[in-house]
């Protein structure tokens, strides 16, 4: 499947938003870097692990949401119904 180079306009708050929490899994790696280097026990280390997890897959979900309510419903209305192969790729991947 060839990658095309489409483009999404965000709003602020979204781009807003998504950075925010971007900046946030941010400073957790680093904080996981660190206990890495203090030596912190494997538990501790596994748990801020899951943090950042669940941090990714929360800003995962809001960007598939809007892409769905936006991107997806867009291109339904203009008859690009490819777009549906496109989602059930997209799904496929993110599992």
Known sequence: MKE?????QRSEEEK??????LNIIEGQVRGVKQMI?????CKDILIQLS???????????EILKNHLKECV????????????DEVVELFRRMN
Request: charged share 50%.
């Open 4 to 8: 095309d180079k489409r483009f999404k």
């Open 16 to 21: 807003k938003y998504i950075k925010r929490r």
């Open 37 to 41: 280097e203090d030596d912190r026990y």
């Open 51 to 61: 943090a950042i997890y669940k941090s990714l897959k929360s800003v995962e979900e």
């Open 73 to 84: 419903v867009q291109d339904i209305k203009n008859n690009k119904l490819e777009v549906i």
